[in-house]
């Protein structure tokens, strides 16, 4: 069974960076994309970044591409979210997710509990 467990959330100010970590455990990954979404309070879940387990395909939002970077250590199964110029409207719980095959904008079956990232103005 996958596991994903996120950490690195927590509170910063406006400009600030964080860097989110997301262990992953349980398989195989080598076949597998990977994804960060986001979900702010009282809004959808929403796609932030993706990336297959090769590193050689990534993906974006359209909102967040050059803020936010997505990256994987294979050695380490660990996949990683660099958020730079951080807004408060970043301010969401960041959600790790695993899903066999392409990268897409949906349809993940592995979740992690999500971590707080919370944007001071």
């Known amino acids: 069974q996958v596991q994903l467990v996120e950490s690195g959330g927590g509170l910063v100010q406006t400009g600030g960076s964080l860097r989110l970590p997301c262990a992953a455990s349980g398989d195989t990954f080598s076949n597998y994309a990977m994804a960060w979404f986001r979900q702010a309070p009282g809004k959808e879940r929403e796609f932030v970044a993706g990336?297959?387990?090769?590193?050689?395909?990534?993906l974006y939002a359209d909102s967040l591409r050059g803020r936010f970077t997505i990256s994987r250590d294979a050695a380490k199964n660990t996949i990683y979210l660099q958020m730079n110029s951080l807004k408060p409207e970043d301010t969401a719980v960041y959600y790790c997710?695993?899903?066999?095959?392409?990268?897409?904008?949906?349809?993940?079956?592995?979740w992690g509990q999500g971590t707080q990232v919370t944007v001071s103005s």
């Open positions: 990336i297959t387990w090769s590193a050689r395909s990534t």
């Open positions: 997710a695993a899903r066999r095959g392409v990268i897409t904008r949906r349809a993940y079956d592995s």
